[in-house]
């Protein structure tokens, strides 16, 4: 049943107009990572440009700091009965005039995402990875700040984090409890799910 979601997924193609539209006239590529079941959820934004190209989620250096935030290998990361992977949007949206991303398209979360939570069930852990997530999954709207600065009184197994993007370095520095008491706190949770797989 979840191949058979995947796979509708995959060849979604409801953006394909608006993507056309944009200065990368890309078709979409959705990247749906995700199996029943997985004790571990990381729900992040869209992909980049660069997981776009790959086709596989995180698949660039804010991966290779969110997986060094959670004390997860990349192994462990990529096995699909370990960690699922639902951005808030499948596909890369395209890049704004100043070079950013673009937000990820509504329409995706409101066609998919029901089903593939349903799929997904219940994980251990939600790893909740910068501020569309955070709405779409908490229905949290306040400063991304302070919601993740309210670590402690998350329901159980739920982490709130910003985007692990080097745009964030400056948000890091300012916010040194982040790495110092919430993040150890994660990799423990994380560990210790790991260690019972
Ligand atoms: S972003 Fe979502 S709704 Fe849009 S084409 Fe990709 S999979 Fe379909």
Known sequence: MTDELIRKIGKC?????????????????????????TPIMVAGQAPG?????EGKPFWDRSGDRLRDWMGISHAQFYDRDLVS????????????????????????????HAEALQHIGTPQVRVIVGSYAIRRHLGLKGPMSEIVAQWRTHAPGTYVLPHPSWRNNGWLRKHPWFES???PDLKRTVGAVLNSA
């Open 49 to 53: 440009m660069r997981v776009h190209k």
């Open 85 to 112: 992977v639902l951005p808030t949007a499948f596909c890369f949206p395209g890049y704004d005039a100043k070079g950013a991303d673009l937000p990820p398209p509504p329409r995706c979360w409101d066609r998919w």
């Open 181 to 183: 008491d919430l993040l």
């Open 13 to 37: 193609d409801l953006c394909a107009e608006n993507f056309a539209l944009t200065a990368t006239q890309h078709r979409p590529r959705p990247v749906p990572w995700f199996r029943a079941g």
